[in-house]
């Protein structure tokens, strides 16, 4: 299968190409990006001798030989390259968020409603071992009714990129919230079967980057996209609730706070138990059993979960079967956000 990568940036080198290179299936032909030297580092590495580099993506959708591309583009082109990419007759895999804004999120979903192409969007904790365990739990009922969950993406000082696209509302379409919130958020709405949202009350606070020259930090994720001259203008933390069909859903989340300890974890509370789940890692289970409280870390078999995504992909495409990450679900995750923002904005609820 001949796939096109179009981005050839962080998360196309660190996940999407290294798993296609772990797929016998697929064959990665066109590597593109903005920046050429990008994209012929790209070739290179993950490419072969009939692979080809360009700066301009019509080039991979115009091949007919293409059946599907990986989109790992800045936020703000999400939605043009995914629609002109259905419209050419492409399935696509598109990096998280689905697009800056709502509107055009929906819009993405009516093309791939129309075109009938795979749309799938790079929620890659659907495709976790220990998310897929967790999502078990609670649809065999072992937790009880989820009534409560409450979710923490809190970091001491991490704003990825100051000054550039990360940074930059137009380009990123937000900051915390729409760069990490959507990966806890969406775990949520996987694991409790995505609930029909109701109301949603949010805060969003633009305050540790805004003096970029006089940030201090430990790290910085993509440091060589930093521009001190550039721009910052998104939520660097926010914090709200979420009232669903299901599960009343609480969070705080930031890139940057004063307060020097990292709590990124997920708490799914029902009443016969409960479940921690540490991002990224494993799992803890609560409960009571013969009148004693009882507690304990389910050992989950795990494969790294990019490469369990682009597998899921690659079948996809073949069986033209739907992912649990295909837009018409991870929309509602979309929704959420959008509306997360809207609250902020008016310092009001938002009624969906």
Known sequence: MKIGIIGCGTIANSAHMPSYANNEKAEMKWFCDLIIEKA????????????????????????????????????????????????????????????RTYAEALEMKKVQNETGRILNIGVVNRFNDNVNAIKKYIDQGKLGE???????????????????????????GGGAL??????????????????????????????????????????????????LNGTYDVDDSVTGMIRTEGPVITFNGAWAQNIGESETYIDFMGDKGGIRLQYGSTFKVYTTENGAL???????????HFQNEIDAFIDCVEKREKLPSHIDTVIITAQIMQAIYDSAEKHGEIKL
């Open 146 to 172: 989820v009534f409560h969950v409450y979710v923490s993406f809190r970091a001491h000082r991490s704003i990825p990129g100051l000054g550039g696209a990360f940074t930059t509302k137009a380009i990123a």
């Open 40 to 99: 012929q580092a790209a070739k290179e590495k993950f490419g072969n001798e009939n692979s080809r580099v360009t700066t301009n993506y019509m080039d991979v959708l115009n091949d007919p030989e293409v059946q599907a591309v990986s989109v790992c583009t800045p936020n703000y082109v999400h939605n043009e390259i995914s629609i002109a990419a259905m419209k050419a007759g492409k399935d696509v895999l598109c990096e998280k968020p689905a697009a």
């Open 294 to 304: 009882v507690e304990y870390v389910p050992e989950v078999k795990t494969r790294d």
């Open 178 to 227: 729409i760069d990490w919130g959507v990966h806890y958020l969406d775990i949520v709405m996987y694991c409790c079967g995505d609930p029909k949202p109701l109301t949603v009350s949010g805060e969003a606070f633009c305050r540790l980057g805004k003096d970029m020259k006089n940030y201090v930090y430990r790290k910085m994720w993509a440091e060589n996209t930093k521009n």
